[in-house]
């Protein structure tokens, strides 16, 4: 599988983890020392658990 599929495979997995409300499995594909940014607001969510945490 190249890295492409593999992405695609991981989104897709998130968000059927989401839909069912399984969010250990829905956080589980970000790494452990993952950040999220959103740049319109300038929040900086650092490490899967705060990711967790914050959604």
């Known amino acids: 599988m190249d890295d492409d599929a ?17 969010s ?3 956080h589980a594909v970000y790494a452990a020392n993952a ?3 959103y740049p ?3 929040e900086r969510f650092r490490g899967r658990a705060t990711i967790a945490a914050q959604q």
């Open 6 to 22: 593999r992405t695609r495979a991981m989104i897709i997995e998130r968000w059927r983890a989401s839909e069912q409300g399984d």
């Open 24 to 26: 250990a499995a829905e």
């Open 35 to 37: 950040i999220l940014d």
């Open 40 to 42: 319109q607001s300038g």
